[in-house]
């Protein structure tokens, strides 16, 4: 499996509190991912970096802000929590998206209550 | 812009029964496609990829899957499902201008004894 460990796996907080959600890999790949996943929707993508400290938002990227200051971290938070941000959160990696597949960690499950 | 659509959110087949699961996609440029397999409370793990060299694509645990560009389709199959094949499955494009991965909404498929 690739390295990719998410912190913390499950989280319950309440509406109106900060969140913040954990990616750290050991694979020194370049593009790093943040999808959300609903019933029926699939997985969404929130934001990615493509480099230390570069980043660009997603398909889902309100309420959401992302942050990467070393190759192996990536940071989401979510800045005052709604309900609507209940998920599992999946980060994924890559070492190039022209193409290659991306590795998931085992994701987080956030209840917002 | 790039998409796609699973057709069927879930799908149930008995064991030994041939499995198919089906997706289309659009995208403006030649695509890569994906399926990914989710088995519960895990990530997601790459099953076969396509990137423009055979048209038919085999993967891991007997699955494969067919290419075929004036259908826009990449349908999943496998000859006998297994009990061990019930799980969510996820079809993805991206393609060669440095698109994010896109999903499709997912199909659960169910194997019955």
């Known amino acids: 499996d690739a390295g990719i460990t998410q912190s913390p796996r499950h989280k319950v907080t309440e509406t109106g509190t900060p969140v913040t959600l954990r990616c750290h890999q050991t694979?020194?790949?370049?593009?790093m991912y943040w999808y959300r996943q609903d019933p029926g929707h699939g997985l969404r993508l929130i934001h990615y970096s493509y480099g230390v400290k570069d980043t660009d938002k997603g398909e889902v990227s309100d309420g959401y802000s992302v942050s990467r200051s070393k190759t192996e971290d990536f940071l989401l938070t979510l800045e005052s929590a709604t309900s609507s941000q209940t998920s599992v959160y999946f980060c994924?990696?890559?070492?190039?998206?022209?193409?290659?597949?991306?590795?998931f960690g085992q994701g987080t499950r956030l209840t917002v209550v | 812009a790039q998409s796609v659509t699973q057709l069927g959110s879930h799908v149930s087949v008995s064991e030994g029964a041939l499995v198919l699961l089906r997706c289309n996609y659009s995208s403006s440029v030649p695509p890569y496609l994906f399926w990914y397999v989710q088995y519960p409370n895990q990530g997601l793990q790459l099953l076969l990829k396509?990137?423009?060299?055979?048209?038919l694509v085999k993967g891991i645990n007997g699955f494969e899957a067919e290419f075929k560009k004036s259908e826009t389709s990449f349908h999943l199959t496998k000859p006998s499902a297994h009990m061990s094949d019930a799980a969510e499955y996820f079809c993805a494009v991206s393609d060669n201008a440095g698109n994010m991965l896109t999903f499709g909404g997912g199909t659960r498929l169910m194997v019955k004894p």
């Open positions: 994924a990696i890559s070492g190039n998206p022209r193409g290659t597949e991306a590795f």
């Open positions: 694979e020194n790949h370049r593009y």
């Open positions: 396509y990137t423009s060299a055979a048209t």
